[in-house]
């Protein structure tokens, strides 16, 4: 295994399967079943100032839980993002401060550092917007050409960052799974495919939301997390960081629930989660302006189903006509600039409120999952 990596980094399981594979060459997708892959880090009983690095204000703080040194990473000092109080209970977990504007970062932070630390020699990704313009960034930064294939009605701001860091720019008819299957037909052998879910290192990047949390609440994590999901990378990632929690044994067996907020016009996982399913079934005709929750098939929905039903949360499904007030009201509520994404969680905590799920006294964290200026 290469040096680059974490000496604990012992392999990848398949989620689905639980086929195992070696640590240290390229993998995408489990090569039995095809089907996302889990990075494996052999932890131990370890106290929080074992694994936490203050001095370092980014995700790389948590060096001893990545499968990346931070001495090796392709760092933009992506994460340590704060969490502003609103009252009433409700924080909001602001990733517009991110690199690049979004959550999106700490996924390809990893991904490209565990792309270069393997000798990748080109990456490639579809993308509904924020996941490309983060990949041409950290690609820009490792210098290993990027090429991202973006649905056409992509807004021109996150089309025009992918150009601006230099990457290679295709636009398809469709949504992303459009763009996914003509990548799928026009890459070259060698490339690294970043999908979400297709390689398993962007979990590792997005898992470091829920030790921030962890850290920000003061040793303790919220009753409640609400979380737009389109590929549910983070979904995912935070679920898999607080089994890593309790196995040091930072935590117990609670969990916050963990909510899934879907526009209506792409809800497949909502859809799957109250029809009682197992896995998510693709959505046809996919609709809505916030575009990075319009993915009809996402590869991990299994797995987004079944943290939702761990950690005894939900799934909502709220309209598109109030998508975008619920981000100017949020906006106007606290300064900050909101994403549609992030003002579908807005909506989805008032329905979840006025349902009585989510009570008075539960400490309740909104993702906004990126800034909204490239939406204008």
Known sequence: MVDQFNPALTGLTCFACETGHEAGVVHTVCASCEMPLRVDIELGISTPSDVIDPARPSMWRYGPVLPVTPEAAVTLVEGWTPV????????????????????????????????????????????????????????????????????????????????????????VPGTIADAGAWLAKNRSPGDFDLSTLKEPYRIEGKKTMAYELWEQFGGHLPDVIIYPTGGGTGLVGMWKAFDEMESMGWIGTTRPRMVSVQPAGCAPVVRGFESGAERTEPWANATTSAYGLRVPSPIGGFICLRALRETNGTAVAVAEDRIVPAAAELAALTGLDICPEGGAAWAGLADLR???????????????????????
């Open 354 to 376: 006025g349902q009585g799920w989510v009570s008075d006294s539960d400490r309740v964290v909104v993702f906004n999952t990126g800034t909204g200026l490239k939406y204008r």
């Open 84 to 171: 502003i109080d609103l009252g009433d209970g409700v924080w909001v977990k602001d990733e517009a401060r991110n690199p690049t504007g979004s959550f999106k970062a700490r996924g390809m932070a990893m991904a490209v550092s565990a792309a270069a630390a393997l000798g990748v020699t080109r990456m490639v990704a579809p993308s509904a917007g924020n996941a490309a313009g983060a990949l041409s960034a950290y690609g820009a930064a490792a210098e290993i050409p990027v090429l991202v294939s973006m649905p056409e009605d992509t807004p021109e701001a996150f089309v025009e960052e992918c150009r601006h860091y230099g990457a290679e720019v295709r636009l």
